[in-house]
């Protein structure tokens, strides 16, 4: 699945809430492990062009 990132931060997939992750104009990510302490799940995040394509990890 596809998301845009807007601002300067990566927002979860899920539940939006903002991370700890933040990216700048000319940063890019393959294969980010992405963890968001609110809804608790865990991602694998690629972000290139403020484009974020994201996979859904099973928890340990």
């Known amino acids: 699945m596809k998301t845009v990132v807007t601002d300067k931060w990566i927002l979860c997939p899920v539940c939006k809430s903002k991370t700890r992750i933040q990216i700048l104009d000319d940063t ?14 865990s991602f694998i995040i690629n972000v290139k062009n403020h484009i974020m394509d994201y996979k859904s990890i099973a928890r340990r």
């Open 28 to 41: 890019e990510l393959k294969h980010f492990p992405l963890f968001c302490l609110k809804c608790k799940k």
